[in-house]
């Protein structure tokens, strides 16, 4: 677990409420709600993530949900823990809860991730969040510390150069260890615009693999203008279950390089991924390669993207058999005859981006995918809730998945948090790829299911 970073420490964050002075995240149990509040500075904490510190202040767990109208003002220096629901705490008074340390703002850091902990240690392990025995939690991040490293691969008879970001399930000696800052996946001489970033992110740069591969290849494409690393909060989820994936730059569409025309994109990117997906797969057989053994070629691949990026998933897993699984996001895009990949498309009901006939191109995609097929239709969220547009602190997405902004009837919206859209990918991706790359039935329990059902309206049709 990184620094400041609570994911996996407990499931399904479903609200988090910033007031001025104090700060209260909802999490729902299987039977009552976790509050936490803090009344010096904001302690602020955004789906599992700790956003800032504090001086001191309560937990509080168990009981119905609190009113949503105002911030509780009352101050304790005190970590009050009450037992919840069976189904979470099944040994109820076994766990010793240390005491806080008044006027501590380390202490409160470490009294919540160890506080959270005790939770899911007080069950008895033989049921995950989601209701899985037997399979981890795609909701939680996996077993595996995760590593991230880069390449520079060229495709000579077409004359591109993709600089490759590769995220993969590292050795356990990489677990703690401090994750590679957003100024790494920058040009040294652009690493300023992250100055503002507050992408939370877990990769180490460089680690070694972990001793159990090989592992199964995922390719993310990202969105046009977008870039190769976008979705890091999704790429290291999926590392973390046990995958490595590899996201190129699409030369000529990215956020430093627009040159490429459409017309040549809707050809050259999709192009891309495959050569990747020839590339990994040669590496991994190729002695003393840096990748020898990384990719598990007894099992199918799988493609997922944003945007333009879902576009070229669609249109790779078109081209080629070898794609068992896709994951689009805000966008249709072909299906050719040959098809054959289990897909789960995503939108966002106020993707000004796209717009409603957009919409209808992603819901035209799904109603032509043989199937399995699936759709989440995500409302109130926008084009860039997909990505990590709104933690850059560059204004990318503003009016479109990050903030305020207007739905299409013309009536005024706040965007749901990108954080709370990034659970529902992260849960849909592992799920996705866990039953139909790893083979994972426990996982059809989970495709089956409307994952946050307040902005979620999901479509399944596994026996297609």
């Known amino acids: 677990m990184g620094y400041g970073d609570t994911r996996g420490v407990h499931p399904h964050v479903v609200a988090t409420t910033v007031f001025e002075s104090s700060v209260r995240l909802l999490r729902r149990l299987d039977a009552g709600w976790v509050e936490i509040e803090e009344g010096v500075d904001t302690f602020a904490v955004e789906n599992g993530r700790i956003r800032s510190q504090t001086s001191h202040g309560r937990i509080t767990f168990n009981g119905p949900p609190p009113d949503q109208g105002g911030a509780h003002r009352s101050r304790s220096p005190e970590l009050v823990l009450d037992p919840v629901a069976e189904a979470v705490a099944r040994r109820r008074g076994e766990c010793d809860v240390p005491p806080m340390r008044h006027g501590s703002r380390l202490a409160l850091r470490f009294l919540l991730v160890s506080a959270l902990l005790w939770i899911s240690a007080c069950g008895d392990g033989s049921t995950t969040a989601a209701g899985i025995s037997g399979a981890p939690d795609p909701a939680l991040p996996g077993p595996y510390p995760v590593g991230v490293t880069r390449i520079e691969l060229r495709d000579e008879v077409r004359d591109r150069t993709l600089l490759t970001e590769v995220w993969y399930p590292a050795d356990e000696s990489a677990r703690g260890a401090a994750p590679a800052p957003a100024t790494s996946y920058l040009p040294p001489e652009l690493a300023f615009l992250a100055d503002d970033a507050t992408i939370p992110l877990v990769a180490v740069r460089d680690v070694p693999l972990a001793a159990d591969g090989p592992y199964p290849l995922i390719a993310f494409s990202h969105g046009s203008g977008g870039i190769r690393f976008q979705n890091s909060f999704q790429c290291e989820h999926l590392a973390s279950h046990g995958y490595v994936v590899v996201a190129p730059d699409h030369q000529g569409n990215t956020f430093f390089d627009g040159s490429g025309s459409t017309a040549e994109l809707q050809e050259a990117r999709p192009l891309d991924v495959l050569h990747l997906l020839d590339e990994f797969s040669r590496f991994t057989e190729e002695s003393g390669h840096r990748f020898e053994g990384w990719v598990d070629l007894d099992r199918g691949f799988g493609v997922t993207g944003h945007s333009f990026g879902a576009f070229t998933s669609l249109a ?9 699984a896709a994951l689009p996001m805000a966008l249709g895009g072909p299906v050719s005859d040959t098809y054959s990949a289990a897909t789960l498309l995503m939108l966002a009901t106020v993707d000004v981006t796209i717009g409603p006939a957009g919409n209808d191109g992603v819901r035209a995609a799904f109603d032509a995918v043989p199937g399995p097929r699936f759709l ?14 709104c933690q850059t602190g560059l204004g990318i997405g503003d009016g479109d998945g990050c903030g305020t902004g207007t739905r299409f009837d013309g009536s005024p919206v706040t965007f749901i948090s990108d954080l709370r859209v990034w659970d529902i990918v992260n849960t849909y991706s ?25 902005v979620n309206r999901y479509a399944a049709d596994p026996d297609r």
């Open 430 to 454: 592992a799920a996705l790829f866990g039953r139909y790359v790893k083979g994972i039935s426990e996982y059809d329990e989970v495709l089956a299911t409307t994952i946050d059902p307040e």
């Open 316 to 324: 790779v897993a078109s081209q080629d058999s070898r794609i068992v």
């Open 376 to 389: 989440a239709e995500l409302v109130d969220a926008g084009h860039y809730s997909f990505s990590f547009a």
